[in-house]
């Protein structure tokens, strides 16, 4: 190619190049600057819990709108997340991204609301069987601060239909109303959304749960005779029973559901559901989802057939994945969308 032409090929490429410049410069200016780049924010507070007894965290996500000067005056729902065994109040926003879920569906569209993700220690979310002994609690090497782990009154259920719900409402500009409520969890948090909401159906309208433990003392009976060789599956009856179906999770569940058959029944999500349908109250509208390779799969199946059985307000799912943050971070989405949809703005 003759100079002359190379030389005006390479100044149509670096005007082109130039325009290109200018148009990602301007893209990415108007997308900082469009309603879509909004973020909320998330931190710390410390509330006082009568029912526990002591001062626990709360991790709060603040929906983008809050802090707008034209919302000073607006209220917003509330959702409660709640963490699993092991877990902490910083779960679904550290390892569960949920700040950042929240932030997506809301630029796609999704209604605002709050969320207020609070320490559960490992109490299952119930009052436990028996007074905590706050003194072997203390002498027990583990990671979180005794202060506050081993509280002497363990009321978890209390703590958050009661306790969680006056620090939001006060703190926090809130719908202080049952239609604008809900909770969630994973895990041994899936049973606390599900025995929370059962418990107190005049304070949540809605109840999620992802791999959630919905049948704690389902037991696969290997000495029982079942036709064509399947497992024969029932409510553990003896300590021993109930110790083989918690598997690893018994040393958390035996302080907080008792080791009797009774106690754990009347903690049972699908029994509470059932005494409360009885009263007549209100059910939650509830969505359930589990990974086909989870160990609670089979405590999920039966949830969703009991559910059904009553005709409860059961959203069942089941997909691919097992109980780690790579299904829960997958799947968050889906509790978020439920929620949205059905509590009131």
Same mark, same amino acid.
């Given at each position: ?36 780049a909004a973020r909320g924010t998330v931190h710390t507070e410390r509330m006082w819990s009568q029912a526990l007894g002591v001062t626990k965290s709360v991790v709060v996500y603040l929906p983008p709108s809050y802090s707008a000067p034209t919302a000073a ?125 059962? $418990?107190? !159906? ?5 109840? #999620?749960?992802?791999? /959630?433990?919905?049948? +704690? &003392?389902?037991?696969? @009976? ?44 009347? $903690?049972? !999500? ?5 005494? #409360?349908?009885?009263? /007549?109250?209100?059910? +939650? &509208?509830?969505?359930? @989802? ?56």
């Open positions: 190619m003759p100079r002359s032409r190379r030389w005006l090929a390479n100044a149509r490429l670096r005007r082109c190049a130039g325009v290109l410049v200018i148009l990602a410069v301007s893209v990415s200016r108007v997308l900082a600057q469009s309603p879509a005056a607006r209220r917003y729902p509330l959702a409660i997340y709640l963490h699993g065994v092991w877990g902490s109040e910083t779960d679904w926003t550290i390892h569960g991204r949920l700040a950042e879920t929240m932030d997506s569906l809301v630029a796609a569209g999704m209604p605002e609301f709050i969320v207020v993700m609070p320490d559960g220690d490992d109490g299952w979310w119930t009052t436990w069987h028996g007074l905590n002994d706050v003194a072997a609690c203390r002498r027990t090497p583990r990671q979180e601060n005794a202060d506050t782990y081993c509280v002497p009154w363990p009321k978890y259920d209390d703590y958050v239909a009661s306790d969680l719900i006056a620090f939001a409402d006060a703190r926090l500009r809130t719908l202080p109303y049952r239609a604008s409520r809900a909770i969630a969890g994973l895990s041994m948090g899936g049973y606390g959304a599900m025995s929370i909401a059962a $418990r107190n !159906p005049r304070v949540f309208a809605v109840a #999620a749960s992802h791999s /959630g433990v919905l049948r +704690p &003392a389902l037991f696969a @009976d290997s000495g029982a005779v079942a036709t064509g060789g399947a497992v024969v599956w029932r409510d553990g009856r003896t300590r021993e029973e109930l110790r083989t179906a918690a598997g690893g999770l018994w040393t958390t569940l035996e302080p907080s559901f008792g080791a009797d058959s009774i106690a754990w029944l009347s $903690r049972d !999500p699908a029994q509470l559901i059932a005494t #409360a349908r009885r009263r /007549g109250d209100s059910l +939650p &509208a509830m969505y359930v @989802d589990i990974g086909v390779d989870d160990r609670f799969l089979t405590q999920d199946r039966s949830f969703r057939d009991r559910m059904s059985a009553m005709q409860a307000p059961l959203t069942y799912a089941e997909f691919s994945g097992r109980h780690d943050w790579a299904y829960w971070r997958q799947r968050l989405p889906e509790s978020l969308r439920f929620i949205a949809q059905h509590l009131v703005p």
